[in-house]
């Protein structure tokens, strides 16, 4: 049961319509996206779609791909692409969750610098 007052509301914490947030996905409109991040965008979703197809990722079928979806990039991209995925582990680099972050860095010790190994 979603109880507005005891939190604020949040699209995946709360089921109900009228709690809903308006997110917008990109901080960018698509037209305003360079070419070349479009490119690279079209290569990693197509790629992301054979792994999960359990399919070769191939120059071929990556162009297949792109060009089914409507998409048009420079013909290096799905060879490059291609030839970084190969002998890679996709699969493993697509799991989700147990990652998390890198180490953050120590607060100061208490005690100051004395404590930290100044003289004091």
């Not at 060879?79 to 180490?103: H, N, R, S, V, W």
Request: net charge negative; hydrophobic share 40%; glycine share 16%.
């Amino acid at each position: 049961v979603c109880r507005p007052a005891l939190h604020p509301p949040h699209p995946t914490l709360c089921a109900q319509s009228t709690h809903r947030l308006n997110i917008a996905m990109a901080e960018v409109p698509a037209a305003e996206v360079p070419q070349a991040e479009k490119d690279e965008l079209f290569c990693a979703y197509a790629a992301m779609i054979l792994q999960d197809s359990e399919l070769e990722i191939s120059e071929d079928k990556l162009n297949t791909l792109i060009k089914a979806a409507g998409g048009s990039i420079d013909a290096f991209f799905p060879t490059l692409f291609a030839k970084m995925c190969q002998g890679k582990d996709i699969e493993g680099m697509l799991k989700f969750g147990g990652g998390g972050g890198g180490g953050g860095s120590g607060g100061a010790a208490a005690g100051g610098t004395a404590a930290a190994g100044g003289g004091g």
